[in-house]
């Protein structure tokens, strides 16, 4: 953990697994040490991406569900990148009284996500296999529901496959209606909805660098378990 982290991070584990060993995730130890040495590294990217950080005090069970809260936050950013996404599918409008905004970019759906207390953080590789994209429903500027627009069960055209008021409550029949009328206001049979073969659209290599960069200088290598060119697989097995 030593290498991993620190030698605070290593005292900590061992306590942990001296008090519960059935507990602590052996597998999982690479993942806990990176949110644990970025918890105290405040002028970095992965640092400002953390929800919870790590307390000497914290058992092994609350700090994994951090870290792995901290790795679904990640994921849209290195999914997407910073560049806004090209194809929308949709174009912003005002339908009702009902402004929809097309999230386009990683920061986008983790802002969404985190106000609406939704899992759309875990969506950024369905958008950059072009299987769905997300959109943002408000009124008054204020955010009413969020939107999953996606092709799906034999249907080649787009369709609202979610539609979800904050902390994933059902929307009332008016904003159902609103999405609904908004999507049909698109020539949906001109969207290319072709899905990339999944597994084949690379994670964003400037967004992965900029995260991992400051672990690397600081440990002075590029272990193999975070190399410097993304891997999905890599990212998954952390």
């Known amino acids: 953990m030593t290498e991993v982290a620190h030698e605070t991070a290593a005292v900590w584990i061992a306590k942990e697994i001296t008090r519960e060993q059935r507990g602590v995730k052996l597998d999982r130890l690479r993942l ?6 970025f918890s105290g590294q405040p002028e970095t990217l992965g640092h400002k991406m953390i929800q ?3 307390s000497p005090d914290m058992r092994f069970g609350s700090a994994l569900d951090a870290a792995y809260e901290w790795r679904t936050t990640i994921d849209p950013h290195v999914n997407l990148g910073r560049e806004p996404i090209a194809d929308l599918w949709l174009q912003s409008a005002r339908v009702s009284g009902y402004d929809f905004l097309p999230l386009v970019s990683g920061s986008d759906i983790a802002e969404e996500a985190a106000a609406m207390g939704n899992c759309l953080r875990t969506y950024g590789d369905s958008v950059a296999h072009n299987c769905s994209r997300l959109w943002s429903m408000r009124k008054d500027g204020r955010r009413v529901a969020t939107l999953k627009v996606a092709t799906g069960r034999g249907d080649p ?3 609202v496959v979610e539609l979800r ?3 994933n409550k059902d929307v009332s029949p008016e904003v159902s209606w609103a999405a609904r009328q908004w999507l049909h206001m698109h020539d949906l049979v001109r ?3 072709k899905r990339c073969e999944w597994g084949t659209v690379p994670l964003d290599r400037a967004t992965w660098i900029s995260v991992w960069r400051p672990y690397w200088l600081a440990k002075r290598r590029i272990p ?7 891997s999905r697989e890599v990212f998954d097995a952390l």
Not at 32 to 37: E, I, P, R
Not at 224 to 230: D, I, N, Q, R, S
């Open 224 to 230: 193999k378990w975070l190399p410097l060119a993304p």
């Open 165 to 167: 008021a904050a902390g």
């Open 52 to 54: 919870k950080h790590w």
């Open 191 to 193: 969207i290319d909805t």
């Open 32 to 37: 806990v040490g990176l949110w644990m040495w």
């Open 157 to 159: 055209l787009p369709n």
